[in-house]
């Protein structure tokens, strides 16, 4: 079939968006004939709208034109102002519970058990904790002799990773947000992917201290190095050798087995986006999710101001007053968070937002939490917490890609799925990231980067059914052990870039 | 001669520190006896003290005693009630302007010229700076190989660095604070040690685009890789490779010549501190301090809570009224911060200072504030400027090692002077990173890490003014490439933790 020339999502929408860069005096719908040339992702208005109304996509409005736009004409970032974002205290919940979600057609994967149970693993990774930022010069060090030295000898242990932080010391470890940063490294310690074993490398005077993230359990000379404790640089590193090595030896035991879906854990991300993600690659992984869902595995989605503006329509799916106010409240201590800094929910937007079309943070927002899919929301999550359900959860983190990864980790998941637009070579040392991209040029451009091409949907060639399904697919080889994606082949790892949202001193 | 007991710094002072740990009934000076074990570096009363009496060290208050303490008694933290912080906007300046600074045994020192004159580097690097985080994974791969295939061609190099950090999008970048972290990057990409050689990675949709660190004239395909506009992973590498290369050439050509000191520009930090900080270690950095500035050389120091409760000494330094205002503006900017955050000045301190004899970050401070030695304060910096004077610097940034670090190397650092009591085994990739010692046994414990002992001066074995010139001379040595301290030889460095006092987004 040809190419529509433009996508309008619901039928109440008085705009559309291009599926490519259409020049002016194109018909792109009865009656409608583009006024200009209009870029490829941006919104084309379908009848007039005067200064002052609504402009509408995804049913929802996006913010009031701040100049007439005749039909045809290019609304871009510049012709809306910004509505008041929803009322969070007066939320309906329970009133958009679906139960019939789609039948998954594989119900198991092979995954790594862990001793505590919980979640499994995907990946058999020796991860390394550290209390402190000082500790993490001597670690590298000591990692790169690891992964030389010891990795070859214990072939079912796919990595070693240092986890550095910049948190740690020289901060204020008693502010009421420290709760935060605090949270997500203990948390992160007991990561699926590494096992149930635990080793911490921590300096000996920071004020983190290791009682602060280890239990006393754990709290053990068998997990625990103190680098002032040892004679020297020399001293330490062999310490931590020698230390990898039982933890190694420990892990080279461990072996896939065939397990339900609900003991899989995975997170959903976008970052880079533009205007196709909230109408191919979000919608795609919304399917994945609500396949995954169905089959019993929890999914996470993130990023409290991108779903701040539409952040009711998540309340409608949550099953009780209890989860609802939970919502409401991570609103509203993220609202805080940036009203202390002098700003709001509309500094989210990039420059990379705008040109793909995204108007504003309503636009951006209604499109990621399309990624969310149709399912119930069971549980709601501080950043870094962890699930105490299965099912799809609202994990509220930042929206930075590089600091909601650390977050959704800390709360477990075993991958994330990634969406983007503009394209990003973002991953994650301690779980594969799976790129999903919402245009076929970002794929042609990077072949060796993207997994999974979305773009099919906006040109007719593939459903958000048949995409979702491929990826449901995909997320179950590569946390099976049977796939990887490019990010984990080319090992292309960001920094551990830890939420706090608390003073240093 | 025989080790002292304990030291008093000023007559005045009510409290003094033992050298070592202690035990109960030992006469420490005539008419003291210990009233019970005191461990190392911790206080004991040279006199009753009352509950509500001033506890008086380096002659200043420290706090007031919450109890009754017997003379020979042991003062430690849960005994002081902190005082008010000094009043900034009512501070004297200019009646302690000291112009008869120690002459300096060597007046020269070998180093790489830049293109733009200023300071002098003394190593020489490509760094490569970045303009967002997501570009990290690429990069790390990228440099890699530089180092793998590139480097031994250039023998003139000494490293390639690449300068990953984690800001430049999720961020807010509009935000009041958010100059902080942007004038941080644009310096650092210019430090003396990479010798005007601008290369730029960036991913092409960040908040942090590359023209608000770059000039016009600096924005050139030269010197900017865009990760967006290559086709994939493979092309993007290939990409850094070959600019690096161009860069190397040009880099590779330089030699060092024999400049004054007044080419050269280095730090002073502390980190891990304890009671001797202050007696030892810092007034030697002092004296270091005094006889580089009076030679011409630049020194900074740093670190906002570890002086404000000495300020007012600071401010009596200062020439004028226009200096001495930027330095209460620092404070209350600094103490603003804090106080967002639900904490103040005293969330500095840590386990280990505490441990180590400090009681509060009175004290602390009054330790901290001596590596800055006796000279007039020339020039107050807010975090990451560049100094338009040379002489001594007062660069206010966060006390925390791993933020410090980063906004000095951005003021231009060519080298940081470390003491530490504790000890910390941090480095930088960008500048070497010296090491002094509070305490002898630091020194023994760590002798493949700490590079100057000042641990001699408790024990009356050196003088201030023995290990200073010491320093002094280490300094010259390490800045002319004679010499490496041991962060270097093995490689210690730390994350590039910039300091963001903006909200995430």
Chains 1, 2 share one sequence.
């Not at 932080?165 to 949270?183: E, K, L, M, Q, T």
């Not at 931590?240 to 080279?252: D, G, S, W, Y």
């Not at 980067?449 to 997320?475: C, K, M, P, S």
């Not at 052990?481 to 706090?500: A, H, M, T, Y």
Request: with cysteine.
């Amino acid at each position: 079939m040809a190419a529509p020339y433009i996508i309008q999502i619901k039928p109440e929408d008085n705009v559309a968006i291009t599926v490519a860069a259409t020049p002016a005096g194109t018909q792109v719908a009865p009656g409608v004939v583009t006024a200009c040339e209009i870029p490829q992702a941006h919104k084309v208005a379908l009848k007039p709208i005067g200064k002052g109304e609504a402009v509408v996509r995804y049913g929802v409005v996006l913010g009031y034109a701040n100049t007439d736009v005749p039909c045809g004409g290019w609304i871009n970032e510049h012709m809306l102002d910004l509505p008041t974002p929803p009322d969070v205290m007066a939320m309906q919940y329970g009133d958009d519970i679906r139960t019939d979600l789609p039948k998954a057609p594989r119900t198991t994967f092979e995954g790594y058990e862990n001793p505590n149970g919980g979640y499994a693993g995907i990946r058999n990774i020796l991860g390394i904790m550290t209390t402190v930022q000082c500790v993490a010069g001597v670690l590298s060090v000591a990692v790169e002799r690891i992964r030389r030295e010891l990795l070859p000898k214990y072939p079912n242990v796919d990595d070693v990773v240092a986890l550095n932080h910049p948190y740690g010391c020289g901060v204020a470890i008693d502010a009421p947000d420290a709760v935060v940063p605090i949270r997500s490294l203990k948390n992160l310690m007991h990561h699926p992917n590494f096992g149930g074993e635990i080793m911490v490398v921590s300096l000996g005077c920071e004020k983190l201290a290791p009682e602060r993230i280890m239990t006393p359990q754990e709290l053990t000379p068998e997990n625990l190095i103190v680098l002032q404790d040892y004679n020297g640089f020399g001293a330490m590193v062999e310490a931590i050798l020698k230390m990898a090595q039982t933890k190694l030896e420990r892990l080279n035991r461990r072996r896939r087995v065939t397990l339900p879906l609900s003991r899989l854990c995975i997170g959903m991300q976008c970052g880079g986006s533009d205007a196709f993600s909230g109408l191919t690659a979000n919608p795609s992984a919304g399917y994945a999710s609500d396949l995954l869902v169905g089959a019993g595995a929890t999914v996470l989605f993130s990023e409290v101001t991108e779903v701040r503006d539409g952040v009711y329509l998540l309340a409608r799916r949550t099953p009780d007053a209890p989860t609802c106010k939970r919502l409401a409240q991570e609103m509203v201590w993220y609202d805080d968070y940036l009203a202390k800094g002098g700003v709001d929910r509309s500094a989210n937007t990039t420059p990379g937002n705008k040109k793909g079309g995204l108007s504003n943070i309503v636009e951006k927002a209604m499109g990621s939490i399309a990624k969310s899919g149709t399912a119930p929301i069971v549980q709601v999550l501080s950043p870094g917490e962890v699930p105490t359900r299965s099912g799809l959860i609202y994990a509220a983190t930042p929206a930075s890609d590089i600091v909601c990864g650390p977050c959704q980790l800390a709360s477990g998941i075993a991958l994330q799925v990634f969406m983007t637009g503009r394209g990003t070579p973002y991953g994650l040392a301690a779980a594969p990231v799976i790129k999903v991209c919402s245009r076929t040029d970002m794929k042609e451009k990077w072949p060796d980067l993207i997994d999974i091409n979305a773009g099919t949907i906006a040109t007719g060639d593939a459903t958000i059914e048949q995409v979702g399904t491929e990826l449901f697919h995909f997320i179950l080889d590569v946390a099976s052990g049977v796939k990887q994606p490019w990010s984990e082949k080319w090992r292309l790892f960001n920094d551990l870039c830890i939420f706090n949202p608390a003073p240093i001193t």
